[in-house]
């Protein structure tokens, strides 16, 4: 998968550029190329062509996985040596408040300094960023004896890490570097995702005779009412625990002068690290519990982590519960990417993702040392007139053209 390693790593290149400096005209290009083209989840195929072309026009050795994620690496891979995955998922969210949208959301527009694009933010600058800064650290990556792999990955906006879980097999990395946009900070950490639904089984009867039933939708409404008073765990860092209903249902509806025999709430749940799908759950059985003590007849309450199901372009299905965990990076890895950081003349404070990244795989479930250093800011994702600066994205793979070297030195983290 690598090519040979160079002798000359440190003479100019053909174009004049220094080794080590990121071809700025390449950079915008395709980031621009990339925001013009659609790659909402499961309809990425065209992207993932585009950036393959890009990965093999720097040096790297490309493979598209299974499940459709695109692989560029370099570095002879030897057994035991620093592996580093640096993530970008290429997929987008729907088109969504297309009268909102001042520019064409696929016009690759730059204005004032901001390229704007749906998904250019989240996260396909970052992308670009990837390939471009390791392209330009090319010849000192393949003399050493580590592996970087540059991934753009599938499905994230469907289930965090659930397709890049192929990759991550693959390349067996010992530190992954997600590029979630955080206006190219280094972000250790974020809050776990999870989704989770409470249903309610009362007994249906006629409004006019409510002793004779058991109000599902009344139960429920104590159930979320007595949530709200629930302990909110604190880290100093990440914040509180947040549990928060996002929608509520009852059958049958529309009710016709009926009790509802039957009701489900779904649950938005944003925890801390050691909290596991376990420990959510009994929370909220817990509560249940204590709302309808006092009710004659309890109804049953059935509390389950809500199903995501999805299909990769390449017709890969996954079935996977919504819960990604929540993680916290300390240690050798973060000293490292702060002095790469420091001496490409960017901000090392450590900083953490306020939504839900794939290094909820990588480090919550997988525990491999995790980081995030992405373009855009964080707050522009999933809106109309998503965009990044070009400050940003060359920011950006300067950054990842710093961290990728460093981060791959035996012993260097």
């Given amino acids: ?40 989840s499961g309809n990425e195929q065209e992207a993932i062509g585009l950036v393959a072309d890009a990965m093999r026009t720097v040096g790297l050795d490309v493979t598209v996985d299974r499940s459709g994620n695109a692989i560029g690496t370099v570095g002879r891979g030897a057994p035991g040596a620093p592996r580093l995955l640096i993530d970008g998922h290429i997929d987008s969210i729907p088109l969504h408040s297309e009268d909102s949208w001042r520019v064409d959301p696929f016009g690759g527009v730059i204005e004032d300094d901001r390229l704007y694009g749906l998904g250019i933010c989240d996260q396909k600058a970052s992308i670009a960023a990837a390939i471009l800064g390791v392209g330009a650290r090319y010849e000192e990556l393949a003399d050493l004896p580590g592996l970087v792999a540059v991934v753009a990955s599938v ?17 067996e990395p010992s530190v992954v570097v997600t590029t979630e946009p955080n206006d190219t900070r280094l972000a250790v950490g974020q809050r776990g995702r999870a989704k989770v639904e409470v249903e309610v089984v009362g007994r249906a009867c006629h409004a006019g005779h409510v002793a004779q039933g058991v109000n599902a939708a ?30 509520v249902t009852s059958w049958p509806y529309p009710s016709v002068s009926t009790v509802p025999g039957r009701a489900l709430a779904r649950f938005d749940a944003r925890f801390l690290p050691g909290e596991t799908e376990e420990s959510l759950h009994r929370l909220l059985n ?65 900083m953490s993702y306020s939504f839900c990244t794939n290094g909820s795989y990588t480090a919550g479930r997988l ?33 990842l053209a710093a961290l990728a070297p460093r981060l791959t030195v035996p012993g260097g983290h």
């Fill in 218 to 247: 009344e139960a429920l409404a104590a159930v979320i009412t007595r949530l709200r008073d629930a302990p909110r765990p604190h880290h100093p860092e990440l914040g509180h625990r947040d549990v928060t209903c996002i929608d």
């Fill in 367 to 399: 525990k491999i040392p995790t980081i995030g250093f992405g373009v855009g800011e964080e707050h522009i994702a999933h809106q109309a007139n998503e965009y990044v600066t070009l400050t940003s994205l060359r920011r950006g793979a300067h950054g």
């Fill in 286 to 350: 817990d509560t249940a519990a204590a709302a309808l003590a006092d009710w004659p007849e309890a109804p049953t309450v059935i509390v389950r982590t809500v199903l995501a199901a999805f299909t990769t372009y390449t017709g890969v299905r996954y079935e996977v519960g919504e819960f990604a965990p929540a993680w916290w990076t300390e240690g050798p890895v973060v000293t490292e990417a702060q002095r790469a950081l420091s001496a490409a003349g960017l901000d090392p404070t450590p």
């Fill in 1 to 40: 998968m690598t090519r040979p390693a160079k002798d000359h790593a440190h003479d100019p290149r053909p174009d004049g550029r220094s080794p080590g400096q990121v071809d700025d005209a390449a950079l915008v290009d395709l980031a621009r190329r990339l925001a013009a083209t659609p790659s909402q």
């Fill in 155 to 171: 499905g994230e906006e469907n289930m965090e890490g659930a397709a890049l879980s192929e990759a991550v097999a693959a390349v």
